[in-house]
């Protein structure tokens, strides 16, 4: 008795994905230092996806280990300035043009996405209602403020964040000792403080602390909880291979590789 055929693993083409992808996300929407899209250029049919935060010989190296044809990132390699093909920026094309993988970041929108940005993402996470935008980046708005269900202490609040990211929460305490109207801008949102005070907001949360703004959310009035720019942006990196997957049935799997920063 012969035995039933295996399906055909799905596949879609390069140039179908990453048109899908630019229109999905309208990259060109954005003002952006990040090269949004296309970054290398390796096999034409894709087959199987890789999604980390960042770009570096690790990601791409575990990514072609892994037999993904594409490697999704929310910060690629170019940043809107030359950069000569040596030592490690060398390094990192070479390791994916050897393997023939594609890699395509998404930066500014994929913060910004309704559906699958980061601050969306960490906004239905935290069940925060009545959104609107907040995060002021080159005349538009990328971010979430909202109201949460129900009045949290900060303390309890900082612990609900720290189980969704796995990570200790740097807070200060600027403000009211609760939170209910709050601010959320994934990465570095250290310069929202000022604008959240103006929308009445008592609370921000974003990634990473400035030194120059450390004194704003005191004098603001504003409690900031820092969850880690590398943590505040796993979320959408993996909730758009997700949604490719949903789309086009690919299989993906997320490389976690923390900074700690």
Known sequence: MSLPDSPAPREISREHLVAWLADY???????????????????????????????SARSLQDAADSGADLLL??????????????????????????AGLNLYAAHIPLDAHPEVGNNAMIASALS??????????????????????????????????????????????GGSPNVQRLGILSGSGAGTIAEAASMGLDT????????????????????VVYAGHYETEVFGVRAL?????????????????????
């Open 25 to 55: 996300l309208q990259i060109s929407a954005f003002k952006d230092p990040s090269l949004n899209g296309l970054q290398i250029e390796g096999t034409p049919t894709i087959r199987r996806i890789a999604a980390s935060v960042d770009t």
């Open 204 to 223: 921000v949360l974003t990634g990473e602390p400035e030194h120059k703004h450390f004194h704003d959310g005191f004098e603001y009035g504003v409690n």
């Open 73 to 98: 990132v929310h910060h690629g390699l170019f940043w809107g300035q030359q950069i000569a093909v040596t030592g490690p920026h060398a390094r990192r094309l070479q390791i994916a043009l050897s």
């Open 128 to 173: 925060v209602q009545n959104l609107e935008p907040f995060g002021e980046w080159a005349g538009g708005k990328i971010g979430l403020a909202g109201e949460l269900p129900f009045v949290q202490s900060l303390q309890d609040f900082a612990d609900r964040v720290q189980k969704l990211t796995g990570e200790i929460c740097l807070v200060h305490g």
């Open 241 to 261: 291979a997700a949604r490719i997957e949903d789309e086009f049935g690919i299989p993906w799997q997320f490389l976690h590789l923390p900074t700690g920063l």
